[in-house]
């Protein structure tokens, strides 16, 4: 049996666009997924290029697998996602060992791709957007436990001023309705109980509907909380210029959708968004939170924030912090400025000094950690509803599963409410929505004690 590894950079989307390679290359040639590159018939490498460092991690991942090509020159080699996008036949230039480049948007097109670099024994490269065909080429999805991401819409038309997004996925194109239902019946049927709608800015979801209409996020989000086992709706990530009405209502009146929202700001200077085309205010964005937390009392925020954008003054870091401390983000990711070459923002003059940018990430990550710290503090004592997902990772019989505001919670089964239900063996109860007493916070997960199943039993 041929043997494939992938090794994935970057964000969930690639994630999700790895699990679909290794689907596609199963049904066409019968490939395997292994854990061990060296075992390996065929390397992919799924690549990132969000920032520089991202970007330099696959030519020295290449470099490594030179040798492994080296020993066996049988084996081939392919580079996918945003890097393979943006450079696509210079890659293979650059890198001697590379026998396939494809783009985000071609990955189905991988068997065809194998197939040419056999034939022509030279590499085959194809980075273009052929629209939606993506989706219509790829093999039933395979649930891997209890939840799922399900791909939406593909792309971003945003054009935020540092971001190279746009021209490595191409602008913004949403799958029909019926196909994302379909995939989500799939997956249900499969047992799956919690979906994560996916996408780079999903609440431009506009899916074209049978009778002509078109579906937005909001109404995507009701028809599928329709279906009966699946038990929770997430979806990641949108943008806070398109949340409308409707999305905020559906806080109100879904209780599947989560009450966690990732809704990424990146400053909270007005002069900082302006210039990163953000296109909302920092009061826009904290008036938007305000409404959602009146929808949906007790809502989980998290956050993406870039330092170190050129010209940014300790005023406006400042004001960063002060949003900070007024919006009461409980988890977020932050990162430094990387100037991408083709975007906007890379002809900006650099001015923050390294040492500056460094520092200020510091005081925004410690920030952060402490509002987590908090939150996590003030879930000590509540009864969270969580969907038990796998075995804990010490193990023990016990058992781990994340809240509704995406934390992560261990529990034992012997330790709670004794039931009927007790003696079931921990498997059992991966794939139950369970009601957990949180005991203890620690530093990256919560501690709970079983109160009871939180549903009736499928029969
Ligand atoms: N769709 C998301 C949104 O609404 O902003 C962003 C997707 S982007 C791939 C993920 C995060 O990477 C961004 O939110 C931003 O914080 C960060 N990012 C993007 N370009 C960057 C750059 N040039 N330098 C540093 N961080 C960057
Ligand atoms: Fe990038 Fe802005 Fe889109 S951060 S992914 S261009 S919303």
Redo the contacts with the bound molecule.
């Keep these: 049996m041929a043997k494939l590894y992938i090794k994935t950079f970057g964000?969930q989307m690639n994630e999700y666009d790895s699990s679909k390679m290794a689907d596609v290359l199963k049904a066409s040639h019968g490939y395997e997924l292994t854990a061990d590159p060296e075992a390996a018939d065929l390397l992919l490498l799924n690549t990132c290029s969000?920032?520089e460092k991202a970007q330099e991690k696959v030519f020295s991942e290449l470099g490594r697998w030179k040798e492994w090509k080296a020993a066996r020159a049988d084996r081939l080699i392919g580079v996918g996602g945003c890097v393979a996008s943006q450079e696509g036949e210079a890659l293979a230039a650059r890198a001697k060992i590379v026998d396939v480049v494809f783009g985000p948007q071609t990955l189905h097109r991988l068997p065809e791709l194998l197939e040419e670099t056999r034939r022509t024994r030279r590499p085959a490269v194809d980075v273009s957007f052929p629209e939606i065909e993506k989706f219509d080429r790829l093999p039933e999805p395979r649930a891997e436990g209890p939840t799922a991401f399900v791909s939406i819409m593909e792309g971003?038309s945003?054009y935020?001023s540092?971001?190279?997004?746009p021209y490595t996925r191409g602008e913004e194109v949403s799958r029909p309705l019926d196909d994302v239902l379909a995939e989500v019946d799939s997956l249900v049927a499969q047992g799956v109980r919690e979906v994560t709608l996916l996408g780079?800015?999903v609440n431009a979801y506009r899916g074209k509907m049978a009778d002509g209409g078109e579906c937005d996020l909001a109404l995507l989000i009701h028809l599928l909380a329709r279906f009966e086992t699946l038990g929770r709706i997430r979806f990641t990530?949108?943008?806070?210029a398109e949340f409308g009405d409707a999305l905020i209502e559906a806080y109100a009146v879904e209780p599947k959708l989560a009450g966690y929202l990732h809704l990424?700001v990146?400053s909270g200077s007005d002069r900082i968004l302006g210039m990163m085309k953000r296109g909302y205010t920092r009061a826009q964005y904290l008036d938007k939170i305000r409404r959602l937390r009146a929808a949906r009392p007790g809502l989980a925020l998290s956050s993406?924030?870039?330092v170190g954008f050129p010209g940014e003054t300790e005023a406006d870091f400042e004001q960063t912090l002060q949003l900070i401390e007024e919006a009461r983000f409980d988890s977020a990711?932050s990162?430094?400025?990387?100037?991408?070459p083709g975007?906007p923002?890379a002809n900006l003059r650099d001015n923050v000094p390294e040492a500056v940018k460094h520092e200020r990430l510091a005081r925004l990550q410690a920030r952060i950690r402490s509002l987590g710290a908090d939150y996590a503090r003030r879930l000590v004592g509540t009864v969270q509803r969580v969907l038990v997902e796998k075995p804990a990772v010490k193990g023990g019989g016990r058992l781990a599963g994340r809240t509704a505001c995406n934390r992560w919670v261990n529990f034992d089964i012997a330790d709670g409410a004794p039931g009927p239900l007790s003696r079931d063996p921990p498997e059992a109860w991966i794939g139950r929505f369970v009601d957990l007493e949180i005991t203890e916070a620690l530093p990256n997960s919560l501690r709970g004690r079983l109160v009871q199943l939180a549903e009736p039993l499928a029969a």
């Design positions: 964000c969000v920032r971003c945003k935020c540092f971001c190279i997004v780079q800015n990530t949108s943008h806070p990424p990146q993406d924030f870039i990711f990162f430094i400025y990387s100037p991408r975007t923002a």
